[in-house]
C-alpha cells in the first residue's frame, strides 16, 4: 500500500511526524508537504509564480519533497511526483494539524483544503486534526487515522473525504468517537490594529451557550474525538426548481 502524507504546518511538523510514524509498516511511506507554516490556505492553489520544490530525506518515506506553496499544491505536486514515477497512491492523509478544523471553520483549513485537492483528483484521502495551537498529544489522532485506512479504502468514494479531530488531551482521556456533522464557525474573530496602517487577525472560542451538542464543535470541546464525511459539491440541489422557475432572461 502506497500512502502520502501532506500538511499544512509544515514538513517539520511534529503532527506529521507522529502520522508517519504510527502508519510507517503498513505501506510505503510518501511525504509533499511546505517549506513553511501554511494554515488558513483552504484550498488555494498557485498560479502567479514558480514554486521551489526540493527533494529531502524523511525518517520513514520512500521519497519526499519540501514545496514552497499551499497544502493544495503539496497534494496535487505529491500526487504527480508519485504518478510520474509509476507509484499508484492508494491513500492520502493530510495531517496531523496542529489546530482543530472543525465547524465552518474546515473552509478556511488547509489541511482540510489539501485533502479535497487529492479527492478532485480522485484518490481517498483523510483530514487529520488536533484541538489548539499548541498541541502536544498527537497519539489519539494517529490512531484513528491508522484505523480508518482499511474502511476508507473499502466503503467511502474518491469524492469524499473524512476529517477526523481529536482533543488535545491523552489518547486514554478521550471519551469516546463520534461521527458528527459540522457545527458554527469554532472561532469569533475579527482584524485588530497592530500599528499604523496594519491588522492582524485574531480570533476567540467563544462559550456557544445554544450550541446543538450533537455537532463536531460541541463533542470536541467535551472531549469526544469526531468524525465527519465532507463532501466537494457545494450546490444546494433542493432549491435548483426553486430558482429555475424565476425564469430568468438575458
Known sequence: MNLLLVNDDGIEAAGLRALADRIADLGTLYVCAPM????GESHAITLTRNIRVEEVDYPGAALAWRVDG???????????????????IDLVFSGINMGANLGADTLYSGTVGAAMEAAL??????????????????????????????????EIPTNIIIN?????????????????????SYYVDRFEPKGEGYYHLEGVVPDYDSLDPAVDVALNRI??????????????HRLLETVDAWRLTI
Do not use: W
Open 36 to 39: 513553511h507554516q501554511s494554515s
Open 70 to 88: 499551499t497544502p493544495a499544491d503539496c497534494a496535487k505536486a505529491g500526487l504527480q511526483f508519485c504518478e510520474d514515477r509509476g507509484i499508484r
Open 121 to 154: 483528483l480522485g484518490y481517498h484521502s483523510v483530514a487529520v486534526s488536533v484541538y489548539g495551537h499548541h498541541a502536544t498529544h498527537y497519539d489519539g489522532a494517529a490512531r484513528l487515522a491508522r484505523q480508518v485506512i482499511g474502511p476508507v479504502l473499502r
Open 164 to 184: 477526523i479531530n481529536t482533543p488535545d488531551i491523552p489518547a486514554e482521556a478521550i471519551k469516546g468517537v463520534r461521527t458528527a456533522p459540522l457545527g458554527p
Open 223 to 236: 472531549d469526544y474525538a469526531t468524525i465527519t464525511p465532507l463532501q466537494m459539491d457545494f450546490t444546494e
